[in-house]
């Protein structure tokens, strides 16, 4: 185990941040995991969050992680590869091979979802197209599948995949992962390819992809993991049932089914606004504190 916290909370945006800022005033020992540049708000300008006319997300996101830091939080801008419920705790593993022994956990990763965009990706969509490897890698026993993404999620979707397949082709022009999950790949029979993909086809069903330099590769399920392991894959890491559009149920503290495992921000539901991810924030690193340190 590399440390040991309290309250692990997985997700810098503005759930996450504020639930940082709650658990530390309350004196608990809190690790924060993310990234300020893949929050939703990175991009936007707010106009309608309550006592400030007009600010940038990112200007709002960097006051938000110094905030935490002073209150004692500890950042680490890494992504969550899983998460394991153990006796005294949860085991929160991350893309640098670091692992953290928690006492609670806050899940305030966002509704990153990402698309790839290409012809035949809507079409598929259930047909052989998937965004979940955890859900549906059972049904791709013996056969090929491709993962395309650049990111922990892709380079975790093929490993997984890798145990059920009989090939998998991990598709990135632009990998962009730690040296640990590269290594962790190079131990499997996964196969590498560097192209661009500009095109899902099939008939009924996937029956493989077109690249940009126009050559095809014969697949039966294509697999999209476009950004860090989302939602639906951390909860069902602790057997938490997010519903259909892989929001994460919970009650009025923020609670999830599991105990000492809470959620808050966009992930648990709409509407998608920086004051209700705040609002929860507050609420879920509060309870997650009481319940680290009770
Ligand atoms: C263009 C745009 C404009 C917007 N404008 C407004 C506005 O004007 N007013 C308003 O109120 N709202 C606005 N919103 C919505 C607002 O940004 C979101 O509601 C808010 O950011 C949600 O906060 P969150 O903390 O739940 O999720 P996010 O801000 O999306 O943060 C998610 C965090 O989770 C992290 N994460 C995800 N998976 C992992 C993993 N496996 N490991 C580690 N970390 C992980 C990410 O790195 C990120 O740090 C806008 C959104 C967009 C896209």
């Known amino acids: 185990m590399d440390s040991i916290a309290d309250v692990t909370i997985i997700g810098a945006g503005p759930a996450g941040l504020q639930a940082a800022i709650h658990a530390s005033r309350r004196k ?10 893949e929050s939703a708000l990175w991009k936007a300008d707010v106009e309608n969050y309550f006592g400030i006319q007009s600010a940038t997300g990112q200007d709002i996101l960097n006051t938000g992680l110094e905030q935490a830091k002073t ?25 640098n091979g670091k692992s953290i022994l928690s006492k609670s956990v806050v ?16 079409e ?46 991990w598709i990135s022009p632009s990998r962009s992962v ?9 131990q499997t029979s996964i196969k ?14 996937v029956t493989g992809i077109k690249f940009e330099d126009g050559s095809n590769l014969i697949l039966d399920g294509v697999f999209i993991a476009l950004g860090a392991k989302g939602s639906m894959e951390l909860a069902l890491d602790l ?23 809470y959620a808050c921000g966009d992930v648990t539901g709409k509407p998608y606004q920086v004051a209700r991810a705040v609002g929860q924030g507050c609420i879920a690193g509060d309870n997650a504190a009481k319940f680290a340190t009770k």
């Open 71 to 95: 209150f004692g939080t500890v950042f680490l801008e890494e992504e969550v590869t899983s998460l394991e419920k153990k006796e005294d705790g949860f085991v929160v593993n991350t893309d």
């Open 124 to 169: 598929f969509f259930g047909k052989g197209v998937s965004y979940c490897a955890s859900c549906d890698a059972g049904f791709y026993k013996n056969k090929i599948v491709g993962v395309v993404g650049d990111g922990s999620e892709a380079g975790e979707s093929a490993i997984l995949l890798s145990k059920y397949a009989s090939e998998v082709y």
């Open 239 to 261: 057997d938490i049932m997010p519903d259909i559009d892989g929001r994460i149920p919970v009650d009025a503290d923020c609670k999830t089914s599991l105990d000492g495992v």
């Open 192 to 205: 590498l390819i560097d192209k661009k993909v500009v095109e899902i086809t099939g008939n009924n069903r």
């Open 107 to 122: 899940l305030a990763v966002g509704v990153s979802r990402k698309k790839l965009g290409a012809p035949g990706e809507k």
């Open 28 to 37: 608990a020992k809190v690790t924060l995991i993310g990234k300020l540049t």
């Open 178 to 186: 730690s040296q640990h999950m590269l290594d962790k790949v190079s």
